[in-house]
């Protein structure tokens, strides 16, 4: 049973800076893209970076220049570097892990960890 936990949330003032991480385990098949999205109070979720297993990258306009995302395929962990926050980035933030079996796309996600920015 994959499991997907993420870490690092927490508050922040403005300008400053938070990394998350997010541990995926439970598997012997590698996990393919892995990815951070995020749910702002009273907003739908939204994808904020994800990232290939061959380290392609894909980012929301909003964070672009701000945030980083990498990975440890040997960890099989995700990482979101968050930059020069802002208070609209004060949301919760949710990792998303695929995996490809037997020809099947399997997609796993986290509990979330919460992150507040203030002004």
């Known amino acids: 049973q994959v499991h997907v936990v993420e870490s690092g949330g927490g508050l922040v003032q403005a300008g400053g800076s938070l990394r998350l991480s997010c541990a995926a385990s439970g598997s012997i098949f590698e996990f393919n893209n892995m990815g951070w999205y995020r749910r702002a109070p009273g907003s739908q979720r939204e994808l904020v970076a994800t990232i290939t297993s061959g380290g392609s990258t894909n980012y929301a306009d909003s964070v672009k220049g701000r945030f980083t995302i990498s990975r440890d395929n040997a960890k099989n962990t995700v990482y979101l570097q968050m930059n020069s926050l802002k208070p609209e980035d004060t949301a919760v933030y949710y990792c998303?892990?695929?995996?490809?079996?037997?020809?099947?796309?399997?997609?796993?996600w986290g509990l979330g960890t919460r992150v507040t920015v203030s002004s």
């Open positions: 998303s892990v695929d995996q490809i079996v037997a020809g099947m796309d399997y997609n796993y």
